[in-house]
Nanobody
Framework: EHVVESGGGLVQPGGSLRLSCAAS????????VGWFRQAPGKEREGVSC????????YYADSVKGRFTISRDIAKNTVYLQMNTLKPEDTAIYYC?????????WGPGTQVTVTV
């Protein structure tokens, strides 16, 4: 059982990227799925998550109004649409799937926002 991220890359400030998190070997039913990020020299920061069962979402203050998390239950995939990206959004973004106290983590995908 694992999750894999995709969609990272290099973008200019003000640009957009969409990250995907796909599950393999299990389904996201009853999980909370989301994203943390870690920039060089900084602690890992929770970005956003979604309750697959009811669609309830959470966003860090730093990304509210710019990022949107969504789920496609049929595809067993969660998306993070990132708009109006800023240089401070540069980080490795890690997807996680949590049920009770058990976490499954992806390997991470690099997002770089620079001119």
């Amino acid at each position: 059982e694992h999750v894999v991220e995709s969609g990272g890359g290099l973008v200019q400030p003000g640009g957009s990227l969409r990250l995907s998190c796909a599950a393999s070997g299990f389904t996201f039913d009853y999980y909370t799925v989301g994203w943390f990020r870690q920039a060089p020299g900084k602690e890992r920061e929770g970005v956003s998550c979604i309750d697959i069962s009811n669609g309830e979402t959470y966003y860090a203050d730093s990304v509210k109004g710019r990022f949107t998390i969504s789920r496609d239950i049929a595809k067993n995939t969660v998306y993070l649409q990132m708009n109006t990206l800023k240089p401070e959004d540069t980080a490795i973004y890690y997807c996680f799937a949590r049920i009770l106290r058990s976490y499954t983590w992806g390997p991470g995908t690099q997002v770089t926002v620079t001119v």
